[in-house]
């Protein structure tokens, strides 16, 4: 018989979870991000969470709802702050924007608006 994880351990699972943006939808199945998808971070944290025998859906692929596609960009690894909500902004106005083109902004333009952050 297994020995169950440590308070600590769960806890520390957990906070990993949120910094890989994992979610647990509705339905029970577990949302990931398709480049964590294949990490050991992502299995450890699975596991440690009894959540290894969920379904796994890709909250950047269809079929899973908006609310569930937030990630904070500062988690984001090799990824500034600042380059990536340009980035989804420019998605954002490519998909919602009037004429369908991304914005073009960039983390420097972004910079200008933006509370300092470390990046």
Do not use: C, Y
């Not at 509705?26 to 440690?48: C, M, N, R, Y």
Request: aromatic share 4%; net charge neutral; no cysteine.
């Amino acid at each position: 018989m297994p020995i169950p994880p440590s308070e600590d351990l769960i806890d520390e699972a957990r906070d990993l979870a949120n910094r890989l943006g994992i979610r647990i939808l509705p339905d029970g199945a577990i949302g990931v991000w398709s480049e964590d998808k294949d990490s050991k971070q992502l299995q450890t944290v699975l596991d440690v969470l009894g959540l290894a025998g969920q379904p796994v859906l890709m909250l950047d692929g269809p079929g899973v709802p908006d609310r569930f596609k937030l990630r904070r960009g500062k988690d984001r690894p090799g990824m500034p702050f600042k380059q990536w909500r340009a980035e989804r902004l420019n998605r954002l106005f490519e998909k919602e924007g009037r004429s369908g083109e991304p914005a073009h902004l960039t983390a420097k333009t972004l910079a200008h608006g933006l509370v300092e952050r470390e990046d």
